[in-house]
């Protein structure tokens, strides 16, 4: 099965923004959709955006009209675009594959 690894987070001022990368140790073409999540501390994981083949994308209410997730395929990369981030998307941030493992995650920190 493919291996996915998040990279790309930091830390950032509120209102900033971060692109978190999803890089696939193989070809993702023929992947059906690929998903991210986050957890904050103390809470649970909680799905963020996901991409079907193609381009059909669908968000959480908390982040839609902030993110964007997109796939070069490629590459054999997601990405997730997070614009006007507020203190309350400080999380890590993970991306998966459907049944798939849980990778290592990216801490994505939101303060001034």
């Known amino acids: 099965q493919v291996q996915l690894v998040e990279s790309g987070g930091g830390l950032v001022q509120p209102g900033g923004s971060l692109r978190l990368s999803c890089a696939a140790s193989?070809?993702?073409?023929?992947?059906?959709?690929i998903n991210w999540y986050r957890q904050a501390p103390g809470k649970q994981r909680e799905w963020v955006a996901g991409i079907i083949i193609g381009t059909s994308t669908n968000y959480a209410d908390s982040v839609k009209g902030r993110f964007t997730i997109s796939r070069d395929n490629a590459k054999n990369t997601v990405y997730l675009q997070m614009n006007s981030l507020k203190p309350e998307d400080t999380a890590v941030y993970y991306c998966r594959v459907p049944f798939g493992p849980w990778g290592r995650g990216t801490q994505v920190t939101v303060s001034s």
């Open positions: 193989g070809s993702i073409f023929n992947i059906n959709s």
